[in-house]
């Protein structure tokens, strides 16, 4: 609690404001590491690309000269810590409901640090507690994917990387109902409220289907890949116009749960928006770097008329 209370402290922000920021900051970071080589191939690329990776790397001159950032591009961990993430998100999931169930200290702390206006425009409980159940699915459904179709692998990725998922997912457990602390500071939870006897609205009714068939999708795209004996083009329907499906997928989910959160009077909830927008910058970068590495290794045909992520789009 301490840690929050200094955190809280040393922005001086509206901790909405706070989490908007750290969104935008983390992708625009990633961009821009992602524009020179000599940090793109270091940082950025993981599992499998490291190999065509760390060959362009050897041959470019004026990352030869940059001990520094040889010796960084050595901070690394395993390719399977990706299932920290997962648990990250799964911890934060059960920690924020507790803590909003309970009006518990860390809710408090963040409460007594928003804004007025954020408060007044806050999302409903039933927002707030749809939302959560789906972010928990999330978090879940990928742990569980983590564990079942994990394979051997010597691959690592950069430290940076590691340390940035876990914030990411954390701040995600936050950023589903930061909007809704307005509601929830001024209304006692009862059980009568998870329900949900109301008939859903049409953003609802809409957003639920897409988060739930997104979730089916990339729940197929990962069991085919793990179902394929060594590392090729996938030939799969869901892969023949699209690079990285499940990524695209991905972009959705989070779509659809910016939709989901917006408060009243809103299109969209701007935090989670913010929250996408690092989401699809970072998936749109690793579905680059994967498209190259299919030309590179299989040729340029296989895979030179599909999309990156989503078809027509990107």
Known sequence: MDLLH??????????????RLFFLLSAATAFSISV???????FLVYGPRTTSASTATAEAPEINSSGVLDYLATW???HRYFTHFYIASVLSSIFWFVQ?????????L????MSEEHLQQSMSLTQVLICWILLAIQGGRRLWESYKFAKPSSSQMSVAHWFLGIAFYLAAGMAIWFEGCGAIRSYNLTIDDIKMTNAPTARTFFCVPLFLMMSGLQHDCHHFLFSLKKYT???HPIFRTVVCPHYGAECLIYLSLAFLAAPPGHLVNKTMLACLGFVAVNLGLTARTTKDWYKEKFGLAT???????IPWIY
């Open 110 to 113: 963040v409460a007594a640090r």
């Open 36 to 42: 020179p080589s000599s940090l793109r191939t270091r």
């Open 233 to 235: 083009v996938p030939d």
């Open 100 to 108: 909003l169930a309970c009006r518990g200290t860390a809710f408090q």
């Open 6 to 19: 200094t955190a809280l402290g040393a922005t001086e922000m509206d901790p909405i404001d706070t989490l």
């Open 76 to 78: 690394q961990v395993p």
């Open 303 to 309: 895979v030179q008329d599909r999309w990156l992520m």
